[in-house]
């Protein structure tokens, strides 16, 4: 978010820029500047347009043609391939078989009849709404500061006073075809006006030049934003508090417990991923007088109700007096009631052909002194939803700081959420990847078989958190993995194996950024070589650290959290065919392997009853990428065997039965068949990836 000195909007419009650039590359250029600022709206929201004279490919003749943002495109990152392109003359006709309000979700699917030049990008609901505003260029946005207007109990009366004649006001009307022509009809009864505010919803803005438009959208939020702080400046806000946040790290503390309780009760249907987020306009109506009345309200904007349902759920946590134990006790009440709530409005509100109950559990969850809670199918909606909300406490701050709040009606609420041009949309969506929702926690991660699955389970849907105690390496495995499967999937902690300190801070730190865990990959580890007679009592006690008590470590908070959770875990052991088969001069790194290997078949023991499957992956000499491989080892194997760096890994391939060398991703491609739902029949099993050695044969 581009945020400018003080509380004023940037103006970013670089003529210099912009001056080679078509009327519709300008409209891509604007659009990507409006949504660079979240006080401007909303990832997700908005709509930008521009009307354009284009060359039609099958007459030659030059026709206005309408670029206008795709259904569900982002303004702030869109690209030219993100706006359909329609005949304006096409549009108009559509007005010619309009059959009136009762028909109007009909008018989308004759959207694609007004197509410019094949364009596949579907046009979103709102495509109406643009068409219609005799403008060149038109802005659709979400900021903060108009919706605090628009859902103002005399929103009307509050729009006439901050801007006067030049925009005007619409009540609440459903986007669709009949508010295009609405919008229509207002800007031909009022040829000079520079915009609207729409009830409970935006801000329409629009002029015939790219850059005036841009300029007016920014000019118009503005005002309405200085107009908040000269209200609302030393004014009691949401009532006031009622009670004081925790210390930062308090907070992430509480938020680490509640949030896999939390995860567990809502993952019956599908894994959820959660978000967590403790920014002091959260912190401030969570911790206010008002809270409760305030969040039952719901939201207005239909693009934040959209995102965080009919309400958020007000966890009972006294921050006055701490008592994490008695909150978890009581949550799963909360949760359950919660469900049955929304289950009485989705019966209240049902038509004969409205789409069956989708998840009754809520999205955000406010904790006092705490901060807020989101939880979506993957990290990014998880995120967004809480960014969502922040908009809707910034909106609900607003409007009840200079008049009444009012949230959408229920009805009204209930028709967008469920509304079957928006079931439609869902029903498109692509089939869910094997492990999306899923997280997973995987220590060497700075190294080969470690980063190599991150990189196999990211490309499945899954969250990971890398641990490894190498922290520049980690740093830029996370980067690489970041750069191709995004930011928000991927996150790692420096952490140690063998302290114990260290590995439950980890832990809690999984839990508060995803919100729990489904998958461990057990994969630190170090080498060792030394005949018997001289290794010492510290090179022994150096790999039954790492191997085998650091294997027990991260292995026993993985349970407490499978556990908290309830709903199952994998947890993968990458040991080594060392832990079969015996090898010469490396009696320390063979029996902590044995160790890893009895131990993973204790806690599959332990484990099955809750739905928590033990596994082990067995390598062999995986040279490439190996941090192991790249010190003493290397040169002690080499000595073993009597050959060189450059011949030990063609050696191991010769030796293996099938003459093949292993690769980290071949180690990754096991961890990922124990992970997923491939192996869901499989605890207590060892696979061996090795290329083929009769020594680690397990039977």
């Known amino acids: 978010m581009t945020q400018a000195a003080g509380n004023r909007l940037e103006n970013l419009w670089d003529n210099t820029r912009a001056a080679g650039m078509s009327e519709s590359q300008k409209l891509l250029y604007r659009s990507n500047l409006l949504g660079s600022d979240k006080r401007i709206t909303n990832y997700g929201g908005g709509n930008t347009s521009a009307k ?147 009830e409970s919803h935006g801000l329409f803005t629009w002029d015939d030049d790219a850059k005036a438009c841009y300029d007016l959208t920014l000019a118009i939020i503005q005002k309405a934003m200085d107009w908040f702080a000269a209200q609302t400046a030393g004014q009691t806000i949401f009532g006031g508090a009622v009670t004081s946040s925790l210390p930062a790290a308090d907070r992430r503390a509480v938020a680490a417990r509640l949030m896999p309780a939390i995860r567990g009760m809502i993952s019956a249907d599908h894994h959820m991923v959660g978000h967590f987020d403790d920014q002091p306009a959260v912190l401030e109506f969570v911790n206010s007088a008002k809270l409760k009345p305030l969040a039952a309200l719901g939201t207005s904007c239909p693009d934040h109700f959209l995102r965080t349902k009919i309400c958020p759920l007000v966890v009972g946590f006294d921050p006055a007096k701490p008592d994490v134990d008695a909150t978890l006790a009581a949550l799963a009440g909360e949760v359950a009631a919660y469900r049955e709530g929304y289950a009485a409005y989705y019966n209240r509100c049902k038509h004969p052909d409205s789409p069956p109950l989708r998840d009754p559990n809520a999205v955000v969850y406010l904790v006092p002194g705490v901060g807020m809670l989101t939880f979506a199918k993957d990290k990014a909606t998880a995120r967004i939803s809480g960014e969502f909300y922040v908009n809707a406490i910034n909106v609900m701050r607003g409007a009840d700081t200079v008049s009444e709040y009012c949230g959408l009606p229920e009805q009204e609420a209930f028709d967008i959420e469920y509304w079957l041009l928006e079931e439609a949309k869902l029903q498109r969506m692509p089939k869910p990847k094997a492990l999306a929702g899923r997280v997973a926690f995987v220590t060497g991660g700075a190294g080969g078989i470690g980063s190599a699955t991150a990189e196999r389970f990211l490309k499945e849907g899954a969250c990971v958190m890398l641990a490894d105690i190498d922290e520049v390496a980690l740093s830029d495995v996370k980067a690489n993995l970041a750069s191709r499967h995004g930011k928000d999937v991927v996150r790692t902690v420096t952490m140690n194996v063998t302290d114990e300190a260290a590995v439950l801070a980890a832990y809690a730190e999984t839990a508060v950024e995803f919100g729990g865990l489904d998958i461990l990959v057990s994969n630190a580890g170090i080498a060792s070589s030394a005949p018997v007679e001289q290794t010492t009592l510290a090179l022994w006690n150096k790999n039954m650290d790492i191997l085998s008590t650091g294997y027990f470590l991260v292995s026993r908070e993985a349970f407490k959290l499978f556990r908290a959770q309830n709903i199952g875990g994998s947890v993968v052991f990458i040991a080594s065919k060392n832990g079969l088969a015996a090898s010469p001069n490396a009696s320390a790194y063979c029996t902590a392997k044995a160790a890893e290997i009895h131990l993973a078949r204790c806690l599959a023991l332990e484990g099955a009853e809750g739905g928590i499957r033990v596994n082990v992956v067995n390598p062999d000499a995986v040279l490439k990428g190996s941090k192991i491989w790249s010190g003493e080892w290397l040169d002690q194997r080499a000595s073993t065997y009597k050959t060189d760096k450059d011949g030990l890994e063609e050696m191991y391939r010769q030796r293996s039965m099938l003459k093949r060398s292993v690769l980290p991703e071949d180690i990754a491609e096991g961890a990922y068949f124990f992970a997923s739902e491939l192996s869901a029949k499989s605890t207590g099993n060892i696979l061996n990836v090795d290329a083929g050695n009769v020594q680690a044969f397990t039977r």
């Open 52 to 198: 354009v004279m284009e060359k039609d490919p099958l007459t030659g003749q030059m026709v206005e043609v309408m670029w206008v943002k795709g259904s569900g495109g982002d303004v702030g990152s869109i690209k030219m391939d993100g706006f359909a392109t329609l005949y304006m003359e096409k549009l108009q006709a559509l007005k010619g078989i309009y059959r009136g309000v009762a028909f109007e979700d009909e008018m989308v699917g004759y959207l694609p009849h007004c197509t410019f030049n094949l364009n596949p990008r579907a046009a979103s609901i709102d495509t109406p709404l643009h068409a219609y505003v005799p403008r060149k260029h038109v802005d659709h946005m979400h900021p903060d500061a108009i919706i605090a207007i628009a859902a103002s109990k005399n929103s009307r009366a509050l729009t006439r006073q901050i801007f006067g004649a030049d925009i005007g006001w619409l009540p609440w009307k459903r986007p669709g075809y009949e508010l295009g022509l609405w919008l229509e009809k207002f800007c031909l009864e009022n040829p000079d006006a520079k915009g609207v505010v729409l």
